[in-house]
Nanobody, 123 residues
């Protein structure tokens, strides 16, 4: 199995940027699709985007498309979520997740999760 740990969250003003990292350990990171999800207070965890095993394909939720970019460096066993033009509605706990083989936007199809990192965007 693979273990995941997010970092890089914090407090930022609207319009600002943050870059989250997801460090993987255990199994070969390049075997896994990496997804990002977020959960706002009182809301369900929602899909943000994913990247395929070697970074050839990315896909984003409409709410973040054009503002967020997912990347990965398999040599460093690390994935990234670059967030630009942040809005107050982007506030929440951000999670990275991993699954073998096929891509998915469904949280229940990801078997490995980090502990999450808090992102707060002030207006």
């Amino acid at each position: 199995q693979v273990q995941l740990a997010e970092s890089g969250g914090g407090l930022v003003q609207a319009g600002g940027s943050l870059r989250l990292s997801c460090a993987a350990s255990g199994r070969t990171f390049s075997n896994y699709v990496m997804g990002w999800f977020r959960q706002a207070p009182g809301k369900e965890r929602e899909f943000v985007g994913y990247i395929t095993q070697y970074g050839g394909t990315t896909y984003y939720a409409d709410s973040v498309k054009g503002r967020f970019t997912i990347s990965r460096d398999n040599a460093k066993n690390t994935g990234y979520l670059q967030m630009n033009s942040l809005k107050p509605e982007d506030t929440g706990i951000y999670f990275c997740a991993a699954r073998r083989l096929a891509i998915s936007t469904r949280r229940e199809e990801y078997g490995y999760w980090g502990q999450g990192t808090q992102v707060t965007v002030s207006s």
